[in-house]
């Protein structure tokens, strides 16, 4: 089984101590999404990246792409990062990707002291399987390769990696507060997914549940209530910091902007018809 190397964004920018705790709740969301699953795993971090093996890597693949918080992730290999160890372990994993006339490119990063840099060690290694794969004619091209040979190092350890995956990127979910939802269409769909992308944990007024289904693969026992002719009440009595509409510009001058107590958002407002249905067609997956 590979283990999963999980990247995270923004929420890295964030001073240690804010940092720590969004790192927390996305390591939290992770292991959650695993439980409700079934699928046992353990997870690990160092700084800019968690760790995540489990009994069905495939099944955790699919529960990281949708995710908040998590900007991409690859299947890796451990190995050594002392140098003879390495080149031996990027050979053998390099040589099953080649194939007649193909170009590739080494991918390095680096942290921690080592007796290389990131430039010197994609050389060695780039030389390396040239001299191992000359029957078959391989040639470097750090622009257009066929292949691409990810190499991290991070103090004692490397990781080795041929394919980057995406997830959602955002925040991790809950670390953002908690907003009411108003799902009138199929646009407040793709509202309410904004929000949580932002963060933020929602509770969806809805009149029929089966309308916001396609949010459960994203938000794991996701919260509906009836919807209130006061949505400001509604808010305030559920807990709610906030409250997002899926209205449009011409929403808002046609409807006028709600008035209340509490902060109104439009996810919506700056996106054109064909983005939101584009939006749509990847929450549906």
């Known amino acids: 089984m590979p283990t999963l190397l999980v990247r995270y964004g923004e929420l890295g920018l964030k001073s240690p101590s804010v940092r720590r705790r969004f790192e927390n709740a996305l390591v939290d969301d992770i292991q959650r999404r695993h439980a409700l699953a079934k699928v046992p795993c353990v997870i690990s971090s160092t700084r800019g990246r968690i760790f995540v093996d489990s009994d069905d890597w495939r099944k955790s693949c699919e529960i990281l792409s949708r995710t908040f918080g998590v900007v991409s992730f690859s299947p890796v290999s451990k190995i050594s990062s002392e140098l003879e160890s390495l080149t031996k372990s ?26 290389y840099t990131s430039q010197t060690l994609a050389e060695h290694l780039g030389d390396a399987i040239l001299k191992d794969t000359a029957d078959v004619s391989v040639k ?35 670390t953002q507060g908690r907003m009411l939802s108003i799902v ?24 029929e549940r089966d309308l916001v289904a396609p949010l459960d693969a994203w938000y794991p026992n996701l919260r509906t209530v ?33 008035k209340g107590n509490l902060p109104v958002f439009y996810p919506l407002v700056g996106l054109e018809e064909k983005d939101i249905e584009g939006l749509l067609a990847k929450i549906r997956g």
Do not use: Q
């Open 140 to 174: 470097v091209s750090l622009d257009t390769p066929d292949v691409e040979i990810f190499v991290e190092v991070r103090d004692r350890d490397a990781y080795l990696y041929s394919s980057v995956l995406s997830g959602p990127g955002g925040m991790p979910l809950a």
């Open 226 to 258: 009836e919807p209130g002719a006061d949505i400001f009440k509604l808010a305030s009595d559920s807990g709610c910091i906030g409250i997002a509409l899926s209205w449009r510009l011409e929403d808002i001058k046609k409807r006028g902007a709600p």
């Open 184 to 207: 009138e269409s199929e646009c407040g769909i793709a509202s309410t997914w904004l929000m949580m992308k932002r963060g933020c944990s929602v509770l969806v007024s809805v009149s």
């Open 90 to 115: 990027v050979l053998e994993f390099a040589r099953p990707l080649m194939f007649h006339g193909a170009t590739f490119a080494i991918r390095s990063r680096r942290s921690g002291n080592h007796p």
